[in-house]
């Protein structure tokens, strides 16, 4: 399998990148890791004149603290985050998700800007953007913008950013120190996106649920944020009656598509087991 | 379309060439440079057949154009025995162990326990089943391919090797 023939760009700072992005219009198209979008090409499903590699923005990739955020670079991969002691302290969920992204070989190449700015909703680390309330930073030829990523996303493949814009960092509030995480996902086998999958974060205090925030993956066209289910569970013990009416209220807001990975009511289902889950793990990890 | 100019560094030699900007990195180096060890399995970035060792990084080379490469240095299979011919200690390890049997992953899966061995020295059993979950083998179940591993792991570390109760 062979793409189509494209030119193929290398700049070396965000205004280069933006620049040809605005000449190139639609005949262009952002090079990230390329393990989504090369499968595309070879499939001839994309097939962009011009190729521009963010690889060597060198201003593209870390992470850092950044007063109560940690910035991640938009070329940041998978590898990396698994890697990041600062990640690992600060929002461990992160690496949680990252671990069951695809392969070793994948999360070598894969980041964490093509992860979220292709608005697949079979992607893991969109829901968990929503879940954390992050941010993302974009900049266009008209100039730098911030958008939510819980106002992201659209439909599948659709999602806020414009033509010519490159998502250039993701920007994510520190939860509570002592929180607790979980991401559970279903998959049919290592390297699948998931069946359904849930991402929680949820505060303690005194034994009851001080916080909490969950999104969920792959159970319809955008990745969800599951409010009502939160909301009901605010002031819990997570008690198995409450957390039952979580997950219905979660379950209610899923529309999956019926595919190979089991008929619609199935992956619901599914995505309240894991709901239930996450909901064990991240309170079994709370601490203080 | 016109072609690019790249360089790279494989198996410690330095390559020179032009390529087309979509020339995979697999076609690059099995149809330009005559080295056949890396391999075309599934050519949808599943069965890991074609890894390589990239700049560190093990990665699909079917997913990676050779102009991505540009500058980069890469190791292949024929890249892993000593210059006097004998063999790496995966290589050895996989003799041992019967680590394979069609010996079509083979590359891949050493490529890629090679990565996995620098980052961890003494991987559990567990460790390297998820380490290899991107290599697919269909001759094997794997367990043979996991005994070569833990057969390297201890000739690297300078330990003898013990076979796992079954």
Request: aromatic letters at 6%; proline letters at 4%; hydrophobic letters at 40%.
């Amino acid at each position: 399998m062979i793409p189509g023939a494209f030119a193929y760009h290398r700049p070396t700072s965000v205004k280069d990148a933006v620049g040809l992005l605005a000449q190139f219009g639609d005949d262009g198209r952002a090079l990230a890791g390329g393990h989504s979008l090369i499968p595309m090409m070879k499939l001839r499903l994309a097939t962009p004149a011009n190729l521009v590699d963010l690889a060597g923005i060198a201003e593209l990739k870390g992470v850092r603290a950044e007063g109560d955020e940690v910035v991640v670079g938009a070329m940041t991969t998978q590898h990396d985050l698994i890697a990041s002691d600062l990640l690992s302290e600060k929002i461990p969920i992160l690496r949680e998700t990252s671990e069951q992204i695809a392969d070793p070989q994948v999360r070598y190449l894969g980041t964490l800007g093509g992860n979220v700015a292709n608005g697949d909703p079979g992607n893991d680390m969109p829901a968990v953007m929503v879940c954390l309330n992050a941010t993302y930073q974009v900049t266009g030829d008209k100039g730098e913008r911030r958008i939510p990523a819980r106002q992201f996303y659209q439909g599948a493949y659709f999602t806020a950013l414009e033509p010519g814009e490159v998502l250039t960092a993701v920007r994510i509030p520190v939860p509570a120190a002592g929180h607790g995480y979980a991401y559970e996902k279903l998959k049919r086998k290592v390297g699948d996106y998931a069946t359904a999958a849930a991402a929680v974060v949820l505060a303690l205090n005194g034994g009851k649920v001080a916080s909490c925030s969950i999104g969920l993956t792959n159970v319809g066209e955008t990745p969800l944020w599951a409010q009502e289910a939160a909301t009901i569970l605010l002031g819990s013990t997570l008690d198995a009656a409450t957390v039952k009416r979580a997950v219905a209220a979660a379950e209610a807001i899923t529309a999956p598509a019926s595919d190979a990975r089991g008929p619609a009511l199935y992956r619901t289902k599914m995505a309240g087991v894991m709901l239930t889950r996450a909901l064990a793990r991240a309170k079994s990890r709370t601490r203080g | 379309m016109a072609k690019s100019h790249i360089t790279m560094t494989v198996n410690g030699k330095t390559i020179e060439a032009l390529v087309e900007p979509r020339t995979l990195l697999i076609h690059f180096l099995r149809d330009q440079q005559n080295i056949t060890g890396p391999h075309i399995g599934c050519e949808t970035s599943h069965c890991g057949a074609c890894t390589v060792d990239l700049d560190g990084k093990s990665v699909k080379s079917c997913t990676v154009f050779a102009v991505q490469a540009n500058g980069t240095d890469v190791r292949t299979i024929e890249g892993m025995a000593n210059p006097d011919g004998t063999l790496h200690a995966l290589q050895e390890g996989f003799r041992e162990m019967h680590g394979l049997q069609c010996g079509f992953c083979t590359p891949g899966m050493i490529m890629r326990a090679y990565r996995l061995l620098q980052e961890n020295k003494n991987p559990t059993e567990q460790e390297i089943r998820y380490g290899i979950s991107g290599n697919l083998c269909r001759c094997t179940g794997y367990q043979n391919i996991v005994k070569a591993i833990q057969f390297a792991a201890a000739k690297l570390n300078g330990v003898a090797f013990q076979e796992a109760a079954e």
